[in-house]
């Protein structure tokens, strides 16, 4: 019992010093790429850089120790990160308190999710998400999130439009005017010294090399240079002017804001009260300050974007003041600080007496010291019933991402996986880190394959990771300040070019062409819908069930024949004549309510094609369920045929479809002489009665009758093929 609920205790058996020796290497060489890669997926979900720190802390730990698989890596991952960020963005502002306490809560709520589908042994109903809607979602994902990342590389700021793809060509139409140079040079270096590590030493952690290095340059270039000024500093009328029309808009919208809420409260009370009128005036109203905030909001836009274009010289006075001219506009004869600056402006206020510029690039900052406060975040109605449906998408992409590593991983160490058991330790992770301040998690491939090459033996090799997380928060956060975002930018995207798989929408359509077609679909609606990239997973998961559906109503009913192997096959696919006197007809799939109609539907159409037809023989080896419907359209068709004159049978009718012909006294109805075992059996017995006296050189059920070849018949054969 204490190793079901503790299964780590597994591990102790004959563990000896050379397994921990192993799991602290391993451990420590996989937090090595960890620390760095968690800060960039932080970014990424839109927290601040360390919050990927705190979700590097609990959750590698607690999923190893709680897992079933002794070697998968659980932490921040690529896509996890983008559906957090998309999630949440609708919310509230990206970075502010509101946002990272969402993000706390929507982890929280994806724990709940994972654990009680392990405690409740549902782990199978991830199969909603079939591999070719996750294959077309990851592979769009992949795009977005590098795309997400261009703004920071060039070092640019925009605001975020509805659709993901008019945000990229604002950051383009930005970094073709306002690239920051050393910005680009460090993330492009970062790029070349991950990629030539990873081809020259694949040992070597390219990661930390890349961060380290740039780190270290960042520093000593002071590649951050940040000022602030008051409005008199800005000898640019235009600018001041614009900086005052936003602060004018902002403070509109936030009155107009509280202005909602009340109104909000008064359509409420209308709804309680059941008064007609004042429901509809209250929405009315409502509407209304929606509208005026729209507008308002896409003035800020504007104002933000003019701010944003303005350049300015920085030109040092007597008193070590700044003042701050247009570029082009310096007064001559002075000389200017060698630096370009702009304005920072966010979705605050741009405070007149402390105007924020900055002449340099951006780095992470301060990183607070410490390990995070613990305790629970808080949550309300409405905000968990938002959530909850992205907390379920998350948590069944989570652990499909979790457990399709640790299978593969699994194939190659012989270990024996619980998915269940994964399924409890993804949601204690989840859940657990939240109270440690992180954001939702998931196993990763790049960090488990680090782990499995490093010799982690057990789990315990990501307790050491953790540890080592928790050594970097309590001693070294300030080896991180001068860590530039555009690095962490390159991190990412060199992350996310392993989740590029072309060859799986190939492979899709080779399987099924309506996979195929269907994973493509994903794959084109993800990227028109992001940043909703629920959109794109849900239409990928309808499509697939209405697919099931329609394959499930009109299952494959084939007439059969001799083929030159000697089996019976159908004589649509491989081109056969069928036999005039003896339809055999198999019907591939369970007989239910959903499909009993379309059986009906293929036996009427056999018995009107063939004028010469005495006997049908319903092969039974592919009705593997029968339900009510299925048994009275089965009686009705018995009945229907011998009406008309003709005889039916049954072969290969398995055990518990019997029991159900048995219970409804069907097989009596039938003729315990018509119901065969096999095919054989029943052509044996019914060939030589229904040929009596009909002249028929080669029957195609005892001889290789084909068709003659046509071009038509090839396409319908490959087709049915």
Not at 76 to 95: D, E, I, K, N, R
Not at 100 to 114: D, H, K, R, S, T
Request: a neutral charge; glycine letters at 8%; aromatic letters at 8%.
């Amino acid at each position: 019992m204490l190793k079901k609920l503790f299964p780590f205790l597994k591990w102790l058996e004959g563990y000896t010093f050379s397994r921990l020796q192993a799991d602290l290497i391993a451990g420590l060489t996989v937090a090595l790429v960890l620390i760095p890669q968690s800060m960039a997926y932080a970014q990424l979900a839109g927290l601040p850089p360390y919050y990927g720190l705190y979700a590097a802390f609990l959750p590698p730990m607690i999923a190893a120790l709680f897992g079933s698989s002794r070697q998968l890596a659980t932490g921040p991952v690529a896509v996890v990160s983008l559906m957090t960020f998309a999630s949440l963005a609708p919310l509230a502002t990206t970075g502010s308190e509101r946002f990272i306490a969402y993000a706390i809560v929507l982890a929280m709520m994806v724990g709940v999710v994972q654990l009680a589908l392990g405690l409740l042994r549902l782990g199978l109903v991830v199969n909603f998400l079939s591999h070719p809607v996750v294959n077309g979602f990851t592979n769009a994902a992949a795009i977005i999130i590098a795309t997400s990342q261009l703004s920071k590389l060039f070092g640019v700021h925009v605001d975020t439009a509805e659709h993901h793809y008019e945000t990229i060509i604002w950051v383009i139409q930005a970094a073709v005017r306002f690239t920051h140079w050393p910005t680009f040079i460090l993330g492009a270096m970062a790029f070349a010294i991950m990629y030539i590590l990873k081809r020259v030493a694949p040992r070597v952690p390219n990661v930390l090399v890349a961060v380290a290095l740039t780190t270290l340059i960042s520093w000593a270039v002071g590649y951050q240079h940040n000022a602030e000024a008051k409005a008199g500093a800005i000898q640019s009328p235009k600018a001041l002017e614009l900086v005052d029309s936003f602060n004018v808009t902002l403070a509109e919208i936030s009155r107009l804001g509280e202005e909602r809420t009340e109104v909000t409260r008064r359509l409420e009370a209308a709804k309680a009260s059941g008064n007609p009128i004042a429901i509809l005036n209250a929405k009315h109203d409502a509407d209304i300050v929606s509208l005026k905030i729209e507008d308002l909001k896409e003035k800020a836009h504007v104002y933000r974007e003019e701010l944003r274009k303005f350049t300015l010289k920085g030109v040092p006075q007597a008193d070590g003041t700044m003042l701050f001219y247009p570029v082009g506009k310096t007064p001559t004869g002075l000389a200017d600080d060698g630096y370009t600056w702009r304005i920072r402006v966010g979705n605050n206020p741009v405070k007149a007496e402390s105007i924020r510029l900055t002449g340099g690039g951006d780095v992470v900052g301060v990183v607070p010291k410490g390990l995070p406060a613990f305790s629970f975040p808080k949550m309300d109605g409405s905000m968990i019933l938002h959530l909850l449906p992205y907390a379920a998408i998350i948590s069944f992409l989570g652990f499909m991402e979790a457990i399709s590593i640790a299978k593969a991983m699994a194939a190659k160490t012989g270990q024996r996986l619980d998915p269940n058991q994964e399924l409890i330790g993804q949601g204690l992770a989840n859940l657990l880190g939240a109270m440690g301040k992180s954001y939702p998690t998931s196993g990763s491939f790049s960090r488990s394959a680090v782990n499995l090459q490093a010799g982690a033996v057990t789990g315990f090799s990501s307790a050491f990771t953790s540890l080592a997380v928790v050594i970097m928060l309590l001693f070294l956060t300030p080896l991180l300040y001068h860590l530039p975002q555009s690095v962490l930018a390159a991190v990412i995207m060199m992350a996310v070019i392993g989740l590029l798989n072309i060859s799986g929408f190939v492979h899709a359509w080779k399987a099924q062409r309506a996979d195929g077609i269907i994973s493509i679909i994903a794959f084109v609606c993800t990227l028109v819908f992001a940043p909703h990239l629920d959109k794109g997973i849900m239409v990928g998961v309808v499509l697939s069930l209405l697919v099931f559906l329609y394959k499930v109503m009109r299952p494959k009913v084939a007439t059969l024949a001799r083929h030159e192997d000697r089996a019976l096959r159908c004589t649509v696919t491989h081109g056969l004549k069928e036999c005039e006197r003896i339809a055999l007809v198999r019907f591939d799939a369970p007989l239910f309510f959903a499909n009993a109609s379309f059986l009906e539907d293929q036996i009427t159409e056999r018995m009107q094609a063939k004028k010469g037809l005495k006997h049908i023989v319903i092969v039974a080896n592919g009705i593997n369920d029968i339900d009510a419907s299925g048994e009275e359209t089965l009686s009705l068709l018995v009945d229907r045929i011998r009406s008309a004159g003709l005889d039916v049978s049954l072969s290969g009718v398995n055990e518990s479809v019997m029991k159900v012909l048995k219970r409804t006294h069907l097989d009596v109805k039938i003729g315990e002489d018509h119901i065969f075992p096999t095919m054989e059996r029943a052509i044996e017995i019914i060939h030589p009665d229904t040929h009596r006296d009909f002249e028929e050189t080669e029957c195609p059920l005892q001889t290789v009758c084909y068709l003659p070849e046509t071009p038509l018949r090839k396409e319908v054969g490959h087709v049915s093929h």
